[in-house]
C-alpha cells in the first residue's frame, strides 16, 4: 500500500478552532426549505401537496427513477408551499417549504430500533432496498445516490470497501468528530456493506493530522466477538487531495485508472464515512437521511461548532448561532475553500451534500484577481496535479478554444477540479475555474449531439 498519492498540496489546515468542538444537534427555528434536487441525477418527485402536515422522517418526495433519491422531511409541521426557491448555487430549484412547528415529532417508526440490531445478518437485497428506501447519497460532497454504487455489475469483482475518513479539505472538522463519537456506527456500516461482497476487505482511511480518530476507529474493530479481521484501519500522509476517489484509490491499491472508469471497474467501493453511518442508522434505527453532520467555521465567526445539522436549514440560522460577524463577512462558502464554491447569500437551504459553511473575512478569489499577471510557465501546477496532467496547456488551449486538443490530446476531461493548480500558481491565475468552465461545455455539446442524433 503507498498511503499516498503524487502530486497534491500543503495548504494550511485551520482546524484547530473547531476539532475540539464535540458534535450537536441543530434544531432550525424557521421554515425548512427542502431541494427535491440534493442529488446526482433526477429530481425527486413531491409526494406531498400545500396544507400537508409533515412529521420528521416522513417521505415528501419520492425518487424518479433508479439514480435518483428519496428526499423526507426534516422537521414536523405544515407544507407551505412547493415552488421555486434559491438555493447555494444561486440558482432556482424546486423545493418544498414547511412551516417548522418546532416539536420535531417522528413519524410513526422512526428512529425505532430494529430486531436483531446490529447484530442480525442481512441480505444484500435487504441492505440494498433500505439504502434506496433511506434516501442516502454520497456525503462526501457528491451526492451520487449510494444504491447505485451498491450494486455494481460484478460484486465479487470488489475487493476493496473503502471508508474515506481522510477528510483532507481545510477548515472542514465533521467528519473527525464523527469518527471520534459515532466509531461502532460507522464500523457497522461498513460491515453491512462488506456483507455485500464476498469477497472484498474494509478499510477505513484517515490522514495521520487525526490520531485521536484513527486510535477510536483502531479500538471500534476490536468487539466482544473479538476483532473483526477483515477490516483495518489505515492512517495516510496528510496531503491535499488525500480524500478525493482517485487519490484515495491509489493510496490503498496503487491503482491508477481514467476517470472515466467507476471505481467499481478497479474493484472498490468507496464511501464517506457519514454516509456509512448513514446506512447504519437506516438498517439499524429505520432512520432516513434528513439530517447528517457539518462543520460551521471560518473567521467571520465567534465560535466554529461542529452540527448534526437537519436539511433544509437556512445557512444564516447556523452562522448567528455560531456568533457570525456580518459587518466582517466577506465571503460565506458551501464546503471549505478548496473544492467549496462560494454560496449565492446566507439566506439559502443545506442540502445532504452540505458538508461545511465556512465564513471568511476576506475573499482569495478577489485577492488573486488583483494579483494575477501572464503565465511564468514555472511547472508548479504539474508537479502538484494528482491526476498528472499539464495544467499549463490545458490553459492555453482553453484560452483559445481548442476543446479538441484540451480534451484528445491533453485529456483534460481528467480533471477532478481539486484546484490544486491553482492553489500553487505565482500568477494567481483561475485555472480550476476555467477547467471547470470548459468541462461543462464539451459536456453541454456532447450532450447536444447526441440529442441530436436522436432525433
Known amino acids: 500500500m503507498h498511503h499516498t498519492f503524487r502530486g497534491g498540496v500543503h495548504p494550511k489546515e485551520h482546524k484547530t478552532r473547531s476539532r475540539e468542538v464535540p458534535l450537536t444537534r441543530f434544531y432550525p427555528k424557521g421554515d425548512v426549505v427542502i431541494p427535491v434536487a440534493q442529488h446526482i441525477g433526477k429530481p425527486a418527485k413531491p409526494v406531498v401537496w400545500k396544507g400537508d402536515a409533515v412529521q420528521v422522517g416522513q417521505l415528501i418526495a419520492e425518487a424518479d427513477g433508479f439514480v435518483s433519491a428519496n428526499v423526507f422531511s426534516s422537521c414536523s409541521g405544515t407544507v407551505k408551499a412547493i415552488e421555486p426557491r434559491r438555493v447555494i448555487s444561486g440558482a432556482l430549484a424546486d423545493c418544498i417549504v414547511i412551516e417548522n ?217 447556523l452562522a448567528e448561532a455560531c456568533g457570525l460577524d456580518e459587518a466582517a463577512l466577506k465571503k460565506a462558502l458551501s464546503g471549505g475553500p478548496m473544492m467549496g464554491f462560494a454560496a449565492a447569500s446566507l439566506d439559502v437551504p443545506v442540502q445532504k451534500t452540505t458538508n461545511g459553511v465556512t465564513l471568511l473575512t476576506a475573499d482569495p478569489v478577489e485577492d488573486a484577481q488583483r494579483q494575477q499577471t501572464a503565465c511564468l510557465r514555472c511547472g508548479r501546477c504539474t508537479t502538484v496535479c494528482p491526476q498528472g496532467l499539464l495544467p499549463q496547456l490545458m490553459a492555453e488551449a482553453a484560452d483559445h478554444r481548442n476543446f479538441e486538443r484540451y480534451e484528445k490530446k491533453l485529456y483534460g476531461l481528467e480533471c477532478v477540479s481539486c484546484g490544486s493548480c491553482s492553489y500553487v500558481c505565482p500568477a494567481k491565475r483561475p485555472l480550476t475555474q476555467t477547467f471547470k468552465q470548459v468541462k461543462a461545455e464539451i459536456l453541454a455539446q456532447k450532450r447536444a449531439a447526441q440529442a441530436g442524433g436522436a432525433k
Open 101 to 317: 412547528d418546532g416539536k420535531f415529532t417522528l413519524a410513526p417508526g422512526i428512529g425505532q430500533t430494529q430486531e436483531g440490531g446490529a447484530t442480525k445478518r442481512r441480505s444484500p437485497e435487504e441492505i440494498l432496498e433500505k439504502v434506496q428506501w433511506a434516501g442516502i447519497v454520497g456525503l462526501g460532497g457528491a451526492g451520487f445516490p449510494t444504491h447505485v454504487k451498491l450494486k455494481p455489475k460484478d460484486p465479487a469483482a470488489i475487493k476493496y470497501v473503502i471508508a474515506n475518513g481522510a477528510e483532507c479539505e481545510p477548515y472542514l472538522t465533521c467528519n473527525d468528530r464523527l469518527m471520534r463519537e459515532h466509531p461502532s456506527e460507522i464500523r457497522d456500516g461498513l460491515c453491512f456493506v462488506l456483507s455485500m461482497f464476498p469477497n472484498a476487505v474494509g478499510c477505513i482511511c484517515i490522514e495521520e493530522n487525526k490520531p485521536e480518530a484513527i486510535e477510536i476507529m483502531k479500538e471500534s474493530l476490536v468487539t466482544d466477538g473479538g476483532s473483526i479481521d477483515n477490516v483495518s484501519v489505515l492512517p495516510l500522509h496528510t496531503k491535499y487531495p488525500q480524500g478525493g476517489e482517485h487519490s484515495l484509490i491509489y493510496a490503498v491499491t496503487g491503482v491508477d485508472y481514467p476517470v472515466s472508469m467507476l471505481p467499481a471497474d478497479v474493484g472498490c467501493i468507496v464511501l464517506n464515512v457519514g454516509t456509512l453511518y448513514a446506512i447504519c442508522r437506516a438498517l439499524v434505527k429505520n432512520e432516513p437521511l434528513y439530517s447528517h453532520v457539518l462543520t460551521v467555521t471560518g473567521d467571520a465567526v465567534k465560535e466554529p461548532k461542529n452540527f448534526i445539522v437537519h436539511d433544509g436549514t437556512s445557512f444564516r440560522e
